[in-house]
């Protein structure tokens, strides 16, 4: 299926998409969209801390979706190893929101592990939110990655909405997991 560039646009103004991208996330990469999206924010007719408050949420899941991809071991071609590293992000913004989206592949065995934290910290309070975030700060274990699962929380201290994820079984071995954070506009 071909996408006309011109769809692709409406799809996107229809969308209100500020910035998207597809691809390998690297260092470079995320201070280049911090810069883009710091000019950009500057130039909309938001509060400051509306501002801040979706800079610091757009740097947490950038820097979980940098930090925190799975490593895969694919046989076969480089572009399907390629293909499972790279990840996708959005964000958009509405009268009343904005919308950051994040999208990667993981490991089946990893899905319940990221879902119940997930789950919950979405049944958590505020004040319990904090609360979980300095018992973690604490007294959390370190994963592999070195994250002790601080970032998910703070996503959802710093953004005060609940997070909405999705799973999409890929294969017998591979998922697709997209989180969308959102952030009122205050």
């Known amino acids: 299926m071909v996408i006309d560039t011109f769809d692709l646009y409406n799809l996107m103004e229809r969308d209100k998409v500020l910035l998207a991208f ?3 996330i690297t260092s470079e990469l995320l201070t280049s969209v911090f810069q883009i999206m710091e000019s950009k924010m500057e130039d909309l007719n938001d509060s400051p801390k509306t ?3 979706v800079f610091n949420v757009l740097v947490e899941c950038l820097q979980n979706l940098y930090h925190h991809i799975d490593d895969f071991e694919v046989e076969g071609s480089p572009e399907e190893l390629s293909e499972k590293k790279s990840a996708i992000f959005s964000i958009s913004r509405t009268d009343e929101f904005y ?3 994040t999208g990667n592949f993981i490991y089946h065995n ?5 879902s119940g934290k997930i789950d919950h910290i979405n049944s958590l309070n505020r004040d319990e939110l904090k609360a ?5 700060l604490n007294n959390g274990t370190m994963s592999v990655k070195g994250g002790g699962g601080l970032g998910l929380i703070d996503i959802a201290r710093k953004s005060g909405e609940k997070l ?3 799973i999409r079984e890929i294969n017998e071995s591979f998922s697709f997991f997209t989180l969308t ?3 009122l506009k205050k």
């Open 99 to 101: 919308n950051i989206v």
């Open 110 to 114: 990893n899905i319940e592990d990221i």
């Open 181 to 183: 954070v959102k952030i």
């Open 164 to 166: 909405q994820y999705n």
């Open 132 to 136: 979980f975030y300095k018992e973690t």
């Open 22 to 24: 597809k691809g390998s």
């Open 51 to 53: 501002r801040r408050k």
